[in-house]
């Protein structure tokens, strides 16, 4: 355990910059490896999240090499060309990598077995079981569907046409990187809009993919298998998920002014912003541009007032990770947000709904639980009260260590976390950047 009280100390200013993109790191490593020939990725998230990801390809036979801060070299195998891993797959606490990773694996002649830390062995897998097995791979998991797990590939695996059940960018992914090596066209109808990173990837690497809207409103994604995929070179845009903490600790703490450099707003991502704006925050894109497919833009974040409001549960899947960090700038706003369709918070890392329900009543926010999200009455703007006897607890999860910090800028004394150690999942420079903005005071 690695506690540490979180207190204010001050506003936020200057200019930062957040690690590369989590979603499009993990992909951009593993289509690289699938891709004949050498390919470059810079911004590359180092955290231990794509690290996991980079191990499991290396295992399977591509050349992985860093070459410099946030700079990596990938010499890939081809697709259809991966190799029989040696040894368990330690996916650590990436939920991300094991699931795509399952994809890639099941139309392959190979097995592998995945394995992972103490959450994500507690995660379910069997939504990417159901589809993966219709396409002929086996699985054999611990009981409920979790890890540790054995997938044994399918050569050659069926294409398949596959209506995502619930939304999930995970799922989708994992259904369209199993067609990479699958005779065929195989189908993801999303009745749902989810974060399209690998759909954009996945044409910047030459495969052949076209994403039609049917007569429902649905998403139809149809992938060519048996791609051949060209090499490329990758700039990862910084991850909006991560430049979300800062924003609201912005928004929050008087007397901040910052900017948020190279944040990606890929408008399956960043729907936070267009929340918070709504709250009333100051939220403005300076330098907008287009970045290898992806929109990008710097963000300056002013302290503002923010009034509640009924969080639209259409925009769900484009915030999906940000709401922690959302349940803090509610709790200090003005009036009553209400936020539902959250069912799958319940299966992230921790039960978010819940954790964050007894972290912030730890912090002396005023919140209801309810089946599908929280009910928050803020503060009007004052301080939460902070200061309680025993740490929030974190559960293993990145995302509310990272939340109950912010919370802890915005409280009179201080916000205690049980454990940061896990921030490094996601965000290993979270703390040192955090210092800096408010040393730049």
Not at 110 to 116: K, L
Not at 246 to 256: K, M
Not at 320 to 327: G, K, M, N, Q, T
Not at 333 to 361: F, H, N, P, Q, Y
Request: with cysteine; net charge negative.
């Amino acid at each position: 355990m690695r506690p540490r009280r979180f207190t204010a100390t001050g506003p936020l200013r200057g200019r930062i910059r957040v690690p590369g993109d989590k979603s499009i790191s993990h992909r951009s490593l593993m289509l690289s490896s699938l891709a004949v020939g050498e390919s470059r990725v810079t911004g590359l998230l180092e955290g231990e999240d794509v690290l996991s990801t980079a191990a499991a390809m290396r295992a399977m036979g591509a050349d992985i090499e860093r070459t410099g801060p946030g700079e990596w070299r990938i010499n890939g195998v081809g697709v259809g060309a991966l190799l029989q891993p040696a040894q368990a797959l330690d996916m650590g606490n990436s939920g991300t990598s094991t699931r795509l990773l399952m994809g890639l694996v099941a139309s392959h002649p190979i097995t592998a077995c995945f394995t992972g830390d103490a959450s994500l062995s507690k995660r379910p897998m069997g939504r990417v079981i159901a589809p993966l097995s219709e396409m002929g791979a086996t699985f054999t998991a611990y009981p409920g569907g979790r890890l540790p797990l054995m997938v044994q590939g399918a050569a050659p695996a069926v294409p398949i046409a596959y209506r995502l059940p619930v939304a999930s960018a995970q799922v989708k992914s994992a259904v369209l990187l199993a067609g990479l090596n699958t005779p065929g066209t195989t189908t993801v109808i999303e009745p749902v809009p989810t974060r399209d990173h690998s759909e954009r990837m996945l044409r910047g690497f030459g495969a052949e993919l076209t994403v039609e809207i049917d007569g429902e409103g649905a998403r139809v994604i149809r992938l060519r298998g048996e791609a051949d995929l060209k090499p490329q070179v990758i700039d990862v845009p910084g991850d909006p998920s991560s430049a979300a903490f800062f924003a609201v600790a912005a928004l929050l703490v008087p007397g901040s002014d910052l900017v948020i450099e190279n944040v990606g707003l890929n408008p399956t991502r960043a729907a936070l912003f267009d929340v918070l704006r709504q709250m009333g925050g100051s939220i403005e894109e300076l330098d907008a541009r287009d970045v290898g497919g992806e929109p990008v833009a710097d963000l300056r974040v002013r302290h503002s007032p923010l009034t509640g409001i009924a969080v639209d549960p259409a925009v769900v899947p484009s915030m999906v990770d940000e709401f922690p960090v959302l349940f803090v700038a509610a709790a200090l706003a003005t009036g009553r947000t209400v936020t539902t369709g959250l069912e799958e918070l319940r299966v992230k890392e921790s039960d978010r709904i819940s954790a964050m329900r007894a972290a912030l009543e730890l912090a002396g926010a005023t919140v209801r639980e309810t089946e599908d999200g929280l009910i928050i009455d803020g503060t009007g703007g004052d301080p939460l009260r902070g200061g309680a006897n025993h740490p929030v607890v974190t559960h293993l999860d990145h995302r509310i260590a990272m939340a109950m910090a912010v919370a802890g800028l915005a409280s009179k004394a201080g916000v205690e976390v049980d454990d940061t150690r896990p921030i490094a999942t996601s965000f290993p420079t979270f703390e040192a950047l955090l210092a800096g903005a408010m040393q730049a005071a």
